[in-house]
């Protein structure tokens, strides 16, 4: 008799109807499925009970750990009253106390938000309101987008116009709208360093500006930190001045605050760090500390303004999601976001990436450490076939999959963006689990690069 076990059901069941993002199918029934069945602290654990450090924050959304009781018991509180109530023409408690609280917490001046239920729906709002806005104000002519180069926004068709990695993007590109693309100072692949690569910036958008301002809508970006393209970081004083010439230019700002948001960089929002106010700021991923699909657009006055008239005049905001403004999720990021106040938590982790930082010291002087990127709890590993050349490896290499393979053998999850390592811990990781995963992090680049480990 052959007994099947309850994870080799799973797992065919699994291969059999389960269709999952950025993945090759091909490539994953190739191998035993991971399968999580729960998740503690800053741990998962699969159901054959292995448990990894969960060294992405499950993609970046986790903000205090998983199983949090606080957390928890809020989604438990509200579910006792109601799980959904529709957003259209009506409100509900918590959608209204979360949007007090984030007026409160954002930069200055973006008093609206309008809630969607993920990173790339927000984006989508923030693209419409944009365009309507200056519709709405008889000014025909701004319509287009400026995005910049390897811009990641998400996966719905208006957030991917607004996108420029070609490996995701391309074959979509006859269906989206045009944009235009100014470079993202990326220093470790400028000739001229971190000056060269944001005079390049600079230069390319002030060009821009001057000579097709007037058909302009908005700038879209991913502040201080590019996300999906590698965690690259912006030279200090960059993001200002790109506001500072959106602002001349009479272009929106839209920052997308959705990775970088309630306090990964070690300040509340990137935006902060200099003293930026966008004009659309989109937030998502860890608003609810990980827990729940919210996620929203802030708008200023003005643009809020533009919207606000007599029905006649054809000015309404048509847009919303069925889930829009969703009780369950706006009262888990209510209790996520007085927690972080609670525990300080932006103080922490300024002193866990100080940590991280020293602990990621000897790594760089390994022979295919090209750079290590950080921003607070924001850390990607360049790997290059040649360290003094910086020439990158081939994809068909995959070296940056092999690293993340042999972290999960050695007991943590991660994910990589091409040749770039990620390594983006909850921001509520202790000391002890910070070294214990750095101390993995490190092992299982060495073991791929320098040791020949395959997996
Ligand atoms: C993840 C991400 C998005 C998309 O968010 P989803 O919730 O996955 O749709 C948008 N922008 C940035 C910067 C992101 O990192």
Redesign the pocket.
Known sequence: MVIITYYERLAAMNKAHLWLPFTQMKDYNKLDPLIIERGQGVKLYDIQGRSYYDGFSSV?LNVHGHNVPELNQAITDQLERVAHSTLLGMANVPAIELAEKLVRITPKGLNKVFYSD????G?EIAIKMAFQYWHNRGVHEKKTFITMKQA????TIG?VSVGAIPLYHDVFRPMLFPTETIPYPYAYRHKGGAAGAMESTLTALRNLLETRGDEIAALIV?PIVQ??AGMIIMPPGCLREMALLCRKHQVLLIA?E??TGFGRTGAMFACDLEGVSPDLM?V??GLTGGYL?V?ATLATDEIYDAFYADYQEQKTFFHGHSFTGNPLGCAVALASLRRIEEQDMLTGVIAKASLVEQKLMALKERPHVGEIRQKGLMIGIELVRDKTSREPYDWEDRIGVRAAERARELGMLTRPLGNVVVFIPPLASTEDELNAMTDILAASIVDVTENGITI
């Open positions: 970046w993920s990173g790339a729906t984006v990641y926004h998400g996966d957030a991913e996300g999906a997308d959705v990775a989109v998502g991923k699909p996620a």
